[in-house]
């Protein structure tokens, strides 16, 4: 009953954290509802809605003629998959069990694990519910999508950066959250709502002046959105944008946050709970 299990090699023991990273991402997946197929089911509901919601205003506003040549549902859906895979992963990884939690007290969990948890239950979710979405439309609607897109291994790529990204900014709310607990999720919020405008999704790069630009190119999804639309139009090449940027900046704020996620969890108290 006391006993304590060790693994004995260190395949056993990368086993091991690679089982507790599965069933706490299955964890993860079924907190929005207890059954998991409708708790994937909300997520591609979210996703038609947004995808509709962008259709229906770019078609009243008379803004599809600015759009780039080709698919005008690839062009949304480029932005809307990647803001949503990047929103949802902050908001997943910040939100994800500290070194105050009662889940911490359980001795082959750690927080490594939950963060790591929360990105791939993220990444899951939202890769399928981009290719569901994209299976009902290439049956319903459009059965050529798939030619139409010029480089579909790019445009993943771009979806793994903006994942990626969002799993950086949400390494450093996570770890500012302990000690600034209602600025920090002030903050987040804000960038989740700005980002409606701020990532770029209604518009391409090349066509914003340069007094505009200087307005979205601080922020990393601007970039890798703008960069998907350059693998998925052939007649569109962003030069205002660079995927390198997203990828530098986004590895530079893990290391920030796990620095800070380190030190945090050094100095963790079981009373921060009673302040949230």
């Known amino acids: 009953m006391f006993q304590t299990y060790r693994p004995k090699s260190k395949l056993e023991?990368?086993?091991n954290i690679m089982e507790l990273i599965y069933h706490n991402s299955v964890r993860a997946v079924r907190k929005t509802h207890e059954n998991a197929f409708m708790a994937i089911f909300m997520n591609v509901l979210?996703?038609?809605?947004?995808?509709?919601?962008?259709?229906?205003?770019f078609s009243i506003m008379g803004l599809r003629s600015a759009a780039l040549r080709g698919d005008f549902m690839v062009y949304i859906m480029t932005g809307i998959f990647l803001y949503m895979t990047h929103v949802k992963t902050m908001g997943a990884v910040s939100g994800s069990e500290g070194p105050a939690s009662p889940m911490m007290q359980h001795a082959p969990m750690n927080t490594a694990i939950a963060i790591l948890s929360?990105?791939?239950?993220?990444?899951?979710?939202?890769?399928?519910?981009?290719?569901?979405?994209?299976?009902v439309y290439d049956v319903a609607f459009n059965p050529f999508v798939m030619q139409e897109i010029h480089d579909p291994i790019g445009c993943l790529g771009m979806l793994l950066l903006a994942w990626f990204s969002g799993a950086a900014i949400g390494m450093v709310f996570l770890a500012l959250k302990p000690w600034f607990p209602t600025p920090v999720s002030i903050i987040s919020t804000v960038y989740q709502r700005a980002n409606m405008i701020a990532s770029g999704k209604m518009f391409v790069a090349n066509s914003l002046?340069?007094?505009?630009?200087?307005?979205?190119?601080w922020n990393p999804l601007f970039h890798t959105i703008d960069q998907s639309r350059g693998y998925a139009f052939?007649?569109?090449?962003?030069?205002?944008?660079?995927?390198?940027?997203?990828?530098?900046?986004?590895?530079?704020?893990?290391?920030?946050?796990?620095?800070?996620?380190?030190?945090?969890?050094?100095?963790?108290?079981?009373?921060?709970?009673?302040?949230?």
Do not use: C
């Open 13 to 15: 023991s990368a086993l």
């Open 118 to 135: 929360g990105m791939l239950s993220s990444l899951y979710i939202q890769v399928l519910s981009l290719f569901l979405v994209l299976f």
């Open 209 to 217: 002046p340069g007094y505009m630009l200087v307005m979205f190119d």
């Open 234 to 276: 052939k007649d569109y090449n962003p030069h205002n944008s660079n995927w390198e940027y997203a990828l530098y900046l986004s590895i530079v704020l893990i290391m920030i946050g796990l620095m800070g996620e380190f030190y945090t969890r050094k100095h963790a108290s079981a009373s921060w709970s009673a302040r949230r």
């Open 46 to 57: 979210q996703t038609v809605i947004f995808v509709l919601a962008f259709y229906f205003m």
